[in-house]
């Protein structure tokens, strides 16, 4: 199968590869990998490491300035502007790459599209901001919806489902439909089932196996609303996670193996971007599927 293209607001973009690859670029300072921080503690860094990706294979950049890792507190807006906006001001002048904005926050999202950032990744699908999809719809610009429990100083404290899947998918169906309502494409929803936001060892896993499933349930959700959409692109953001070192024993550093495993196995189940800080390996390791599959 031909993976569909990825719509933005005036073009689309293709991979031959079973996936897309998003790269990370994390300018919080305090992301959950110290390898994140090291390579991107001030704007030029970023840049360079966003350039190094691009080089590499990815297909978008996703800069985010406040982390959500687990434990974590929110950050203010104009903290979260003064980190992100000179990234993605200095990387369009190098680049035409899609550029992902990881916020949750109307006003980073309006400031970054101004500056020429295409897709909004949003791990409160839409709920933080009342502002935010009227922003998106406006824009015409794809937008991620992620599956949490919670904010993330406290979403490691309650992690039980009845059956993790079919909440997770009528969460992102609600969601979905609420986007489309209000205006946004319904091919231009993207959604990510949130492994580590608020989800055990063994949810995370299900998760993983089940993308497929999910997609299927929200898209019939939306046509049965009157949407019309053949096809959601399912966004796996999997990445160096703590379950991954829970399963494999190995710390943050350590987990690249596990990661090219996991993200391997979430794309044959369904997801078409995987999320990842190391490009390279993820592209080799979806070349070499590719020629397998």
Known sequence: MVLPALKLAEKEIKTDYPAFIMGIVNVSGNSFWEGSNAVCRDTDMAVETALKMIE????????????????????????????VIPVVKKLRKKTDIPVSIDTRKAVVMKAALEEGADILNDVSALEDD????????????PVVLMHKRG???EMQKNTAYGNV???????????A????????EADKIILDYGAGFGKDVQGNIELVKHGSEIAGKVL?????????CKFLHVLAGLSRKS???????????????????????????????????????????????????
Do not use: C
């Open 151 to 153: 904010i993330p100083s």
């Open 243 to 293: 379950f991954i070192g829970q399963i494999t024993g190995r710390e943050t550093g350590e987990r690249l193996y596990g990661t090219i495993a996991a993200d391997l196995f979430a794309v044959q189940h369904g997801a078409s971007i995987i999320r990842v800080h190391d490009v390279a390996a993820a592209k080799d390791s979806l070349a070499v599927y590719r020629s397998v599959v």
């Open 220 to 228: 019939e959700k939306l046509n049965a609303e009157g949407a019309d």
């Open 165 to 175: 899947v079919e909440e997770v998918a009528a969460y992102l169906a609600e969601r």
């Open 56 to 83: 590499e294979g990815a297909n978008i950049i996703d800069i985010g300035g406040e982390t959500t890792k687990p434990g974590s507190q929110y950050v203010s807006a104009e903290e979260e502007l003064e980190r």
């Open 177 to 184: 439909v609420y986007a489309w309502k209000a205006g946004v």
């Open 130 to 141: 009342a502002d935010m999809v009227k922003l998106a719809a406006d824009w015409k610009i």
